[in-house]
């Protein structure tokens, strides 16, 4: 016993001896970090950790990609020296064990072998501010505390820290912050997003992988270290909550396995009960933040066996603190939960007072160290669970229902299904290629066929992507409202992406084998495929001469028959398009730009001042207004207007908008706009812009759904009458003669929020010359839904919801949908491309 107690003293006072020159944070940064009104930027947080690098061999320092702007994105390896020796061990050890290369023996011994590799990252969400200014104190303490709890996580625990994986987000956010402070503008939002094209999304992107940030960490975590618990920090609670923790609220999307979500909760316990003990107040589970959706950094990764965590800790805005009075909380959170009575999943209520950002870090760091402790305490459990896991995906595939999908070699756009195929491989889910033609399930298909085995270790997340979501209608009581989804309902893949794929249910026979790195799309003129529109604007650009045919088809000069060439309808010309930015960080204007740059349409950027100038159709042929709300088009921010929703909390005196950040196009823009189309231009309104040229142009255009007594996407309240439709998939029928629809199929699947589904209101002889609307796609007739949730749909069956109406000498293409929606539904960006196409097209009959 003395012995033992002398060994471990000994060892603290080495430690402590050895790890004396350790920089701590606010000898690098000059400040503590969560300092109030102090932000450290992406320069100073990657400065300290390359310091801790050279002070500790506990600590291991490498680039694992790079940013949308270029800044380089870091991966920190923490656990002792030994650990850091054999990473590339232990990283196949985690590896093996979650594929379930592993037969039991094996995985036992390796399970026992091998460290627990978790995940944390920062910083994502920018304007979040505490989880990136926490990163480098979670590595300072987790280096130099020399206790018993430290050293049992150093020696059991691989931590992959991120501590930042938006670095050009927080340079923006810190440096904006920096030039407010002590202004009426101190508080003010970014008048920009804080990631290219996503902003906010960028947490919405974990299935799609648009973003250069996002397939940097899939790659990190399912291709090379397989952590079984991944931690993404957030910044906004519940409030007057302080920080939610796991549990989840309903529903559990039912492709996630039990074991992972008992899991989740088992971590989310080890937190609350660690905030318990030291006294810390307003924990919330159970609320708000759902186990239904995927997509995000804390989601995906649950349909890949691993323990997807999140939290959401309390902030205020940038690194200003705040102090809260008893009169300023609100009585119930919106689940009808008390806030200031104990309660199961608020066992301790946060009753007000100061709050800043080193009280966010302080809240962190004790979520850190719950994870950090369990998984030291059980690694060889977690190691386990994940073979465990692996192999009953495995076995499960491959009893059937289903045994495979299959991806046939004939599709209307094979591009789309070579790019659903890539997004799949990126994220681990095994494709494979056939050698020789085979059947299955009554059909036959050909050598190079790519099949997808359900028997894999990531089952979940292929089913998931490729079966349709049914939404479960979760009420209070037995007439209560619906609860709402958290982010959408349905978001299918293949249906998205207007990828045909065969569900195979019966195991079958066929020479199958690995399909490699999948290729990018190999250049295309057929107009049924979106490649199509790239190599477009490459023949474009290098001044060749391309036309469509009266069927869509793409004719080049030279190279398509010169009779054909003759006849066509419509000459292309570059593009001259603009697309309209407002001051208020719009993500829908973002992910306009991102399929615009994809498919490398030339465009400008119109900013409100632009709006004011004369003639902008001698300078423009098409101008594209994204998603928003008339009156933000118009007004925009105005200087001493409180703020609404989450900003009517912030103090509206230190969060004015800088003057050259406010205002909209104004009733003078709106003049400019009509004569833009007047002269002959093509507006492009998507979604909710549409309202602006329908009321105020106007066009005679009646949405059905405000006249019904909902607001289509906004009501589940409403009358029974009213269409809901919260995020979901839907069937529409397409009129492919319309040029606007060109290389369309008559059939197709769109994504909706609803609120928009028209009537044209002229009658037939009406319905001509400079008035004329045609339709160009409605809704389905029937069976409406493809994957999610809708209710009231007899409201729109049959109805509008693409227009072009003329006006003038010009046109607008009214878009009741998102064509573009997060980069994700391929199938319908043809839609959006061909109209910017054919607003500078020369017609030729």
């Known amino acids: ?51 801790l690098e050279r002070a500790s061999d506990r600590l291991r320092m490498v680039e694992f990609g790079k940013s949308s702007h270029g800044k380089p994105m870091y ?24 594929l379930g290369a592993a037969e039991a023996a094996e995985a036992r011994r390796l399970a026992e072998e091998g460290k627990a590799i978790v995940w944390i990252d920062s910083g994502m969400h920018a304007t979040e501010v505490a989880p990136a200014q926490h990163a480098p104190e979670l590595a300072y303490r987790l ?79 399912f291709q090379e270290w397989f952590p079984q618990i991944v931690y993404n920090q957030h910044q906004v609670a519940p409030f007057p909550a302080r920080i939610f923790v796991p549990p989840y609220a309903d ?33 919330i589970s159970h609320v708000g933040f759902d186990a239904w959706w995927s997509g995000g950094l804390r989601s995906v990764p649950a349909f890949h066996n691993m323990h997807g965590i999140l939290t959401e800790t309390a902030g205020y805005q940038y690194g200003t603190p705040r102090t809260y009075q008893a009169g300023d909380l609100p009585e119930r959170f919106s689940n009808g939960m008390p806030t200031r009575e104990p309660s199961i999943f608020y066992p301790l209520p946060w009753l007000g007072g100061k709050w800043g950002v080193r009280d966010a870090i302080d809240y962190m760091l004790t979520a850190d160290f719950a994870i950090l402790e369990l998984a030291s305490a059980r690694p060889a459990h977690f190691l386990h669970k994940a073979h465990e896991m692996a192999r009953a995906q495995m076995e499960a595939g491959r009893k059937g229902k289903p045994y495979a999908y299959v991806i046939p ?79 959408i309902a349905g978001w299918t893949l293949r249906m998205q992406m207007g990828v045909s794929v065969d569900r195979i249910d019966e195991p079958f026979e066929a020479a199958l084998e690995p399909a490699g790195e999948i290729a990018p799309p190999a250049p295309s003129l057929d107009h049924r495929e979106n490649i199509s529109f790239v190599a477009t604007a490459e023949l474009l650009e290098r001044g060749a001469k391309v036309r469509w045919a009266a069927d869509g088809a793409i004719l080049v000069e030279g190279r398509s028959p010169a009779g054909a060439f003759a006849q066509a309808a419509f000459e292309l010309r570059r593009p001259r ?66 703020g609404t929703g989450r900003d009517a909390t912030v103090d509206a005196a230190k969060s004015q908008p800088r003057p050259e950040h406010t205002g909209g196009i104004g009733l003078q823009g709106l003049h400019q706009l009509e004569q833009f189309v007047l002269r002959g231009g093509t507006l492009i309104a998507l979604n909710d812009a549409v309202d602006l040229p329908i009321q105020f142009f106007p ?24 269409f809901y439709c919260p995020g979901s998939l839907l069937r529409i029928t397409v009129d492919n003669t319309q040029p606007l629809a060109f290389g369309m199929p008559k059939e197709a699947i769109v994504f909706s929020r609803g609120g928009h589904a028209w009537d044209i209101g002229l009658l037939d002889e009406f319905n001509t010359g400079d008035r004329q609307i045609r339709s160009v796609a409605r809704y389905a007739a029937k069976d409406l839904l493809a994957s999610g949730w809708v209710s009231g749909e007899r409201v729109v069956l049959g109805k509008h919801l693409l227009l072009e109406a003329r006006h003038g000498a010009g046109r607008v293409v009214l878009f009741g949908f998102a064509p573009q929606f997060r980069g994700q539904p391929f199938g319908t960006f043809k839609l959006l491309l061909n109209a910017i196409y054919l607003g500078s097209a020369r017609p030729l009959k």
């Not at 991966?75 to 979650?98: C, G, M, T």
């Not at 202004?183 to 290219?196: G, I």
């Not at 997004?423 to 059947?439: C, H, K, N, P, Q």
């Not at 992910?591 to 490398?600: I, P, S």
């Open 699 to 722: 066009l005679s255009v009646r949405n059905v759904l405000r006249s019904s007594g909902g607001e289509g996407g906004r009501a589940p309240e409403a009358a029974a009458a009213s």
């Open 251 to 283: 529903p559990l999307n039912p492709h996630v396995p039990a074991a992972v979500m008992e899991g989740i909760t088992l971590i989310g316990g080890a937190m609350k009960e660690r905030f318990a003990r030291e006294n810390k107040p307003g924990v």
């Open 1 to 51: 016993m003395f012995l033992t107690t002398m060994r471990k003293l000994l060892a603290i006072l080495l430690g402590a001896t050895l790890w004396a020159g350790v920089p701590a944070p606010k000898d690098l940064l000059g400040f503590e970090p969560g300092q109030d009104y102090k932000l450290a930027d992406y320069q100073q947080i990657v400065g300290y950790f390359q310091a």
């Open 409 to 487: 070699l004939e599709q209307w756009d094979r591009s789309s299904a070579l790019e659903m195929l890539r997004r799949l491989a990126l994220s681990g889910i095994e494709v494979r290629r056939a050698r020789a033609a085979f059947e299955a399930g009554g059909k036959s298909y050909g050598a190079g066929t790519h099949v997808l085995l359900a028997g894999q270790p990531f089952r979940a997340y292929l089913m998931d992507l490729m079966e349709p979501q049914k939404y479960p209608e979760l009420r209070t009581g037995s007439t209560g409202p619906t609860r709402r989804p958290y982010d």
């Open 577 to 642: 398009a603009a697309l309209y930015e407002a001051w208020t960080a719009n993500m829908d204007t973002g992910w306009t730009q991102w399929v615009l740059d994809y498919f490398k349409v030339p465009y400008t950027v119109l900013r409100n001042d632009d709006f004011q100038k004369p003639d902008l159709r001698s300078r423009l042929d098409t101008i594209i207004l994204a998603s928003q709300s008339t009156a933000s088009i118009l007004h925009g921010i105005r200087p001493g207007e409180r």
């Open 75 to 98: 991966l920190v390896f923490i656990s002792a020296p030994e650990n850091l020796k054999n990473l590339e061990r232990y990283r196949q050890i985690s590896r093996r064990l979650a």
């Open 143 to 221: 280096l130099t505390r020399e206790d018993e709890e430290a050293r049992r996580i150093r020696q059991n625990v691989i931590l992959l820290q991120a501590p930042c994986i938006n670095p050009d987000g927080l340079d923006w956010v810190a440096h904006w912050y920096q030039k407010n402070l002590g202004t009426p503008h101190e508080l003010a939002r970014l008048p920009w997003l804080y990631q290219k094209y996503a902003g906010h999304d960028n947490n919405r992107d974990y299935f799609m992988l648009n973003l250069e940030e996002t397939r940097h960490i899939t790659r990190m975590l």
